[in-house]
T-cell receptor, first 113, second 113 residues
Framework: KQEVTQIPAALSVPEGENLVLNCSFTDSAIYNLQWFRQDPGKGLTSLLLIQSSQREQTSGRLNASLDKSSGRSTLYIAASQPGDSATYLCAVHSGGGADGLTFGKGTHLIIQP | GAGVSQSPSNKVTEKGKDVELRCDPISGHTALYWYRQSLGQGLEFLIYFQGNSAPDKSGLPSDRFSAERTGGSVSTLTIQRTQQEDSAVYLC???????????FGPGTRLTVL
């Protein structure tokens, strides 16, 4: 059974810093990996999707990398802003069957102004 | 364009009552997913629909849960004889095709008293 772990569970940094969020998964046979952000009381917003054949994806100040063989992904946020404060969730589609995403429990990020 | 919509946004019910949650996916999206987010438990996959195909119900937590999707569009998740442990936020997502980027609705917060 696929398990997804995110480290750290919480992170607080001053505005302007670059930061890295980590995600690991136990079964490397994934189809793709998706990063989301969730704001309090809201649904999820998709940030980046990386296919299993890809190494990284970039969107603005966000860069996500994938090392499928070692079961790891990182989300890099450059020049952090207070508006980046949210919970960041990593999720994978496993390779077999018609299942939904398996999610980690998230990293709660606070950017201090 | 319209995103995924869910109704009601909040539902408070008494233990033992039945509830019905509705999801309207993005127009043209063939895949539809239901998830549950419980406090401290993270996001849990429940069921997936691809077009008009019969879903795999093995992810539903008990036989009190059922779901249907009419005409390959709107979906309803029904919980019979609700229990307090059913209290959670129920999230619906849709994607253009299986395992594409998933777009989430705002969720239905269910409270069972």
């Amino acid at each position: 059974k696929q398990e997804v772990t995110q480290i750290p569970a919480a992170l607080s940094v001053p505005e302007g810093e670059n930061l890295v969020l980590n995600c690991s998964f136990t079964d490397s046979a994934i189809y793709n990996l998706q990063w989301f952000r969730q704001d309090p009381g809201k649904g999820l917003t998709s940030l980046l999707l990386i296919q299993s054949s890809q190494r990284e994806q970039t969107s603005g100040r966000l860069n996500a990398s994938l090392d499928k063989s070692s079961g790891r992904s990182t989300l890099y946020i450059a020049a952090s802003q207070p508006g980046d404060s949210a919970t960041y969730l990593c999720a994978v589609h496993s390779g077999g069957g018609a299942d939904g995403l398996t999610f980690g429990k998230g990293t709660h990020l606070i950017i201090q102004p | 364009g319209a995103g995924v919509s869910q109704s009601p946004s909040n539902k408070v019910t008494e233990k033992g009552k039945d509830v019905e949650l509705r999801c309207d996916p993005i127009s043209g999206h063939t895949a539809l997913y239901w998830y549950r987010q419980s406090l401290g438990q993270g996001l849990e996959f429940l069921i997936y629909f691809q077009g008009n195909s019969a879903p795999d119900k093995s992810g539903l937590p008990s036989d009190r849960f059922s779901a249907e999707r009419t005409g390959g569009s709107v979906s309803t998740l029904t919980i019979q004889r609700t229990q307090q442990e059913d209290s959670a936020v129920y999230l619906c997502a849709s994607s253009f095709a299986e395992r594409d980027s998933e777009f989430f609705g705002p969720g239905t917060r269910l409270t069972v008293l």
